[in-house]
Each structure stands twice: as structure tokens, then as C-alpha cells.
């Protein structure tokens, strides 16, 4: 289990986020235009893998075994080097246009001012120590791009981001539970995710067909998303029937995509020139909502004995999210 815990979870965790925003950030520079449908595209391939890696991995089980199956899927991930490694910046691509004659003199020109700028003497009241102090942060503030943090719609965007993608990633980890506990049998469940996923595929061709055709704006598709899953989930807990809750499970699975697909875009176009450090830092902010779900998780199902109050905490975060 401690072996298991370091690789899977920590390292694989960790490389699953170094990857990331090198990943949105070449699609970022790839995409002028049609970053949606471009996206949509991806996230149809991505859906599709995800629908088949379970068949493969029980045939797999089958026959060569739980270590066997270890090994090729370990042999699976070994693809992200070479993935890593087509991530070549788009300026290597991009032709040379010769500069004017014109262009070049204001750019001698402005070099020149730049070379006769003269320090201008500051004053400074506090100790040596505490200016040593504070220019160190400011040095970290400006690697890291800490001032993001100061401007509101970064703050807003960042934590409706968070909180939207750690309610669905929450949600879809904990539906087969829900399932189990409601007393429906295993092939009543199978057929019930079997429903969802294939509603989020046909969601996300959906998308990238309606994309391909109508600019739509990211942040728009993914407020739309958050919103009526809300309203979806709401209507998942008031029904118990079996046929009402395959309906609710395929609208909320044709829902998802609303939100996996535009989330990265979200942010490409809102700080188009900053978007490395902006993704970035919404990752880690994402991680830490992500811890303190667990616990508020925990508490609303040792407290009420229901797991359905665990879906209404979920679906908070996306109305949060929606305002």
C-alpha cells in the first residue's frame, strides 16, 4: 500500500501536474482560433480511451494477471515522453519576416534610451535585513507572477475554476457509490455508467460540432455547464426510481464536457499573455480546494449518515461557481 501510495499517487500526481500546463500551454499557442472545437476535438479522443480502458484493462486482467496488467499499463504511460517531447514551441515554425529599415531604427533608438537610463536614488528607512527580506519576495512575487492574485477577476475566475472542476471530479468519484448505497444490483449499475460516459461522448462531439461552426465564448459554455448540472444533480436526489436516475446520469454526463472541455480556455482567454503562470497558479489553487472538499466531504456524511448530503455540498460549489 506505501509503495502503491509513492507511485501512484505522489509521483504520478505530480508528473500528471508538471504535464499539464505544458500541455494547455502549447494548445494555447498552437490555437489563434477554433480553440474550442480544437479542444473538443482532443477531449472526444480523450473520452473514447476512457470508455475502453476499463474493457481492455479486465481482458488484460484475464490474461496475464493483475502484475501483467501493472506492467502494460506502466508500459502505456511510458507514450508521455515522446507526448513531452512533440511539445516544440510554435516560434520554430513561424516564419521570419525581415525587419524595415524603419523598424530597425526606432529599435536602435530605443536601445539607446534604454542605455542612458540612469538609476534614480531611492530612500530607503528600513533595515538592511528587512530590504533584504523584501526584495527576495518580490523577487519570488515576479518568477511566480504572484501579482495575479491582486487583480479581482483573476481571484474569481480562478477559485469558480476550482471549485466547478473539484465538484465534478468529486461527484463522478463518488456515483458509483451513491448508486450501491440507493440498492441497485451490479448490472443495474454498469448499465447506469455505462449511460453516463456514453452521454459525455456524444457530448463532446457534440460540442465540437457546434464549435467548429458558432464562436462561442469559453467562459459561457462553462457557466452553462456548472449551472445545469446543478439543477440536474438537484433533480438526481429528488428521484428514485431506476429509469429517472439513467435519464438524470445521461443529461449529467452530456453536461460534463461543458466543463471539462472550455475549463483551460476559460483561462487562455481572459490572460492570453500570461497564461502559463495563470494556469499554473490555478492548478495549485485547484489542488487546495480539492484537499479541503475531502474533509468538509467527511463531515457532511458522518454528520447527516447520508450520502446524499454529500451531493448537495457538491452541487453548492457548482452554484458557487455560477454566481
Not at 540612469?118 to 515576479?142: F, G, H, Q, Y
Not at 440507493?182 to 455505462?194: I, K, N, P, W, Y
Request: net charge positive; hydrophobic share 50%.
Amino acid at each position: 500500500m506505501l509503495n502503491l501510495g509513492n507511485t501512484r499517487a505522489f509521483l504520478a500526481g505530480m508528473g500528471f501536474g508538471l504535464m499539464m500546463p505544458a500541455v494547455f500551454t502549447a494548445f494555447n499557442r498552437y490555437f489563434d482560433t477554433r480553440r474550442n472545437a480544437a479542444m473538443a476535438m482532443a477531449q472526444v479522443l480523450v473520452a473514447a480511451l476512457n470508455i475502453s480502458f476499463p474493457f481492455l484493462a479486465t481482458l488484460s486482467m484475464d490474461t496475464f494477471g493483475f502484475r501483467g496488467t501493472v506492467a502494460l499499463i506502466s508500459a502505456y504511460g511510458l507514450h508521455c515522453f515522446p507526448a513531452m517531447l512533440s511539445l516544440q514551441p510554435v516560434e520554430w515554425y513561424m516564419k521570419k519576416e525581415p525587419l524595415d529599415a524603419n523598424s530597425q531604427m526606432y529599435q536602435l533608438s530605443g536601445n539607446n534610451l534604454e542605455e542612458n537610463k540612469e538609476p534614480v536614488p531611492t530612500l530607503c528607512t528600513s533595515t538592511r535585513r528587512d530590504r533584504k527580506l523584501l526584495d527576495a519576495w518580490k523577487s519570488v512575487e515576479k518568477a511566480l507572477d504572484l501579482g495575479l492574485f491582486k487583480q479581482p477577476s483573476f481571484v474569481n475566475i480562478v477559485l469558480g475554476l476550482s471549485l466547478s472542476m473539484t465538484s465534478d471530479l468529486a461527484f463522478i468519484s463518488i456515483f458509483p457509490l451513491l448508486l450501491t448505497t440507493a440498492g441497485f444490483s451490479t448490472d443495474e449499475l454498469t448499465l447506469v455508467m455505462t449511460t453516463y460516459f456514453t452521454a459525455d461522448l456524444i457530448s463532446r462531439i457534440f460540442v465540437f460540432l457546434l464549435t467548429s461552426r458558432i464562436d462561442i465564448s469559453s467562459r459561457k459554455l462553462f457557466l452553462f455547464g456548472a449551472l445545469f448540472s446543478a439543477i440536474f444533480r438537484i433533480l438526481y436526489v429528488v428521484g428514485d426510481s431506476f429509469w429517472w436516475i439513467v435519464v438524470i446520469s445521461a443529461v449529467l454526463g452530456f453536461l460534463r464536457s461543458f466543463i471539462q472541455i472550455p475549463l483551460p480556455l476559460v483561462v487562455a482567454e481572459a490572460f492570453p499573455t500570461r497564461f502559463v503562470t495563470a494556469f499554473s497558479l490555478y492548478m495549485v489553487v485547484c489542488g487546495c480546494v480539492a484537499l479541503s472538499f475531502g474533509p468538509l466531504m467527511s463531515f457532511a456524511k458522518q454528520t447527516t449518515g447520508r450520502l446524499d448530503m454529500v451531493v448537495h455540498l457538491l452541487t453548492l460549489a457548482h452554484i458557487l461557481c455560477a454566481v
